[in-house]
């Protein structure tokens, strides 16, 4: 794809960028004095930096290159990602963003299983932090699996070889920063990023001449229903539903940014400001992969390699080079927020409950040690499971089998009961992962198997028992 004097510049730009990435987490590393600094940036992050980093953590990798990829493979149809996904921004803001802020406030939390322990008693927080860590070291090692192609392609690197060096590159960058660092660091790719994606769009459409001309190119082709937003099967959208959609009920990385917000007023507006722009973005993506097919006429190319092959057929190699960079960009700004959201677990969740003295310095190095556990967990996922939306969504259905059932109920209902809390999280966790091993029987989804379990046992073992203490809300 690209010469020797082009690996040679594209190299060292990478290169360089990396260096800058880890002289500002060095910067940020001598800023971050306590816990909270390092799991929540102090709770003191103003409006523009906390939009940046919600759009920097929901535009990532798997967007970039795998909503593009399925536009290019499957049509128009694959918007439902965007659709599902937009239905549950509407609903967390509308209805969870402000309880989920005061119960932060009120109880000083770090991680969702501070909620559940909160709710559903110490014992809760296994099952939490193992739910958190199966999505969280997914979505961690598709950034690896990102980092690894890129690598692959500019410098002609094994592809095995590239994703552990994108291992050990995040890997080291996010123990020094946490998520001080990460916010600061999302102000600049998030709006690389956006600029990025939005002038990538305009140059596709203009070259392809139009959305007439498309639509003219896929009925000549008879595949006229690959430019319908119908082109998508029920079920498809209802594991896109229960999924990355629904996720973002349960998204530890949410919830803190929703804590480290400076205020309630800046939490919410820079939640929907930037949810808009996230979807927005990733709505082009899709498109941008559909145009190119039907506009561009990139025929034969491996859909994997799509954003390859768009900007090297409409870029010269100078803006290629800035391409390249709006990828890392967006590949690391997501991959840097999952790190600290799953490592915060373990830190907090696992080691904090059990150590007798837990000072912030103490808790500061555990949760730089953290880090590293979820590296190597990230890492072993991301080599077993291939493709990028694959283990994004595989992921996700592990957390939404254990979770969303107990948090969502028990923020909204007091009758539910610790023990209906704890069997839940158990039950639908359980019972996702055995499906997920077994293959999917009858080709159904674990989510459609685990969070019906998960309602299930909930439901019945509230009726059946009852709270020994009042909930505490």
């Not at 932060?104 to 939390?109: A, K, L, Q, S, Y």
């Not at 915060?344 to 103490?362: C, E, G, H, M």
Request: glycine share 10%.
């Amino acid at each position: 794809m690209f010469n020797g004097e082009e690996r040679i510049i594209l190299t060292v730009t990478v290169f360089v960028y990396f260096i800058f990435l880890f002289v500002l987490a060095l910067y940020m590393n001598r800023k971050t004095k306590t816990y909270e600094d390092y799991n929540v940036a102090g709770r003191s992050v103003g409006l523009f930096p906390i939009m940046l980093t919600f759009i920097g953590t929901g535009v990532g990798g798997s967007t970039l290159l795998g909503y593009m990829e399925n536009g290019y493979r499957l049509g128009m149809g694959e918007q439902w990602i965007n659709i599902t996904m937009l239905f549950s921004i509407i609903i967390f803001a509308s209805f969870l963003l402000k309880r989920v802020r005061k119960l932060g406030e009120v109880h000083n939390m770090v991680t969702l299983g501070d909620y559940t322990a909160l709710r559903y008693g110490e014992k809760a927080r296994i099952p939490t932090v193992i739910s958190v860590l199966f999505s969280y070291c997914a979505m961690t090692g598709m950034q690896f699996v990102a980092i690894g192609t890129i690598l692959n392609l500019i410098i002609g690197l094994d592809m095995t070889l590239g994703i552990v060096l994108g291992w050990l590159i995040l890997t080291l960058k996010t123990y020094l920063g946490g998520l001080k660092a990460v916010i600061w660091q999302d102000v600049f790719h998030g709006t690389i990023q956006t600029l990025g994606i939005v002038i990538l769009f305009v140059v596709v459409v203009v070259a392809a001449g139009g959305w007439e001309l498309i639509a003219e190119n896929a009925r000549s082709m008879n595949e006229e229903s690959m430019i319908s937003i119908l082109n998508i099967e029920t079920s498809e959208i209802f594991v896109y539903l229960l999924t990355l959609g629904v996720y973002q009920f349960i998204r530890q990385d949410l919830w803190q940014r929703v804590w480290a917000a400076k205020s309630m007023e800046t939490a919410r507006n820079g939640y929907w400001i930037s949810m808009i722009i996230a979807i927005g973005l990733a709505a082009l993506v899709v498109a941008i992969g559909v145009f190119s097919r039907y506009g561009l006429n990139l025929e034969g190319v491996d859909p994997a390699l799509i954003y390859y092959g768009v900007i090297g057929e409409l870029f010269p190699f100078s803006l290629v080079v800035v391409m390249i960079v709006v990828l890392l960009a967006t590949v690391i700004s997501s991959a840097d927020s999952f790190f600290i959201a799953g490592s915060s677990s373990i830190a907090n969740d696992l080691i904090r409950p059990n150590v007798k003295q837990s000072d912030n310095k103490k808790m500061l190095a555990y949760s730089k040690i953290s880090v590293l556990i979820v590296s190597v967990i990230a890492l072993v996922f991301s080599l077993a499971i291939p493709g990028l939306v694959n283990l994004m969504v595989t992921g996700t259905a592990m957390s939404v089998s254990g979770l969303l059932a107990p948090v969502l109920f028990g923020l909204f209902w007091k009758r539910v009961t610790k023990l209906a809390g704890l069997a839940s999280m158990w039950g639908g966790l359980l019972t996702a992962v055995i499906w997920q091993v077994l293959g999917h029987p009858f080709g159904l989804h674990p989510i459609f198997i685990g969070l019906p379990i998960s309602i299930g046992i909930l439901l019945v073992v509230t009726f059946f028992t009852k709270n020994k203490q009042q909930v505490v809300f």
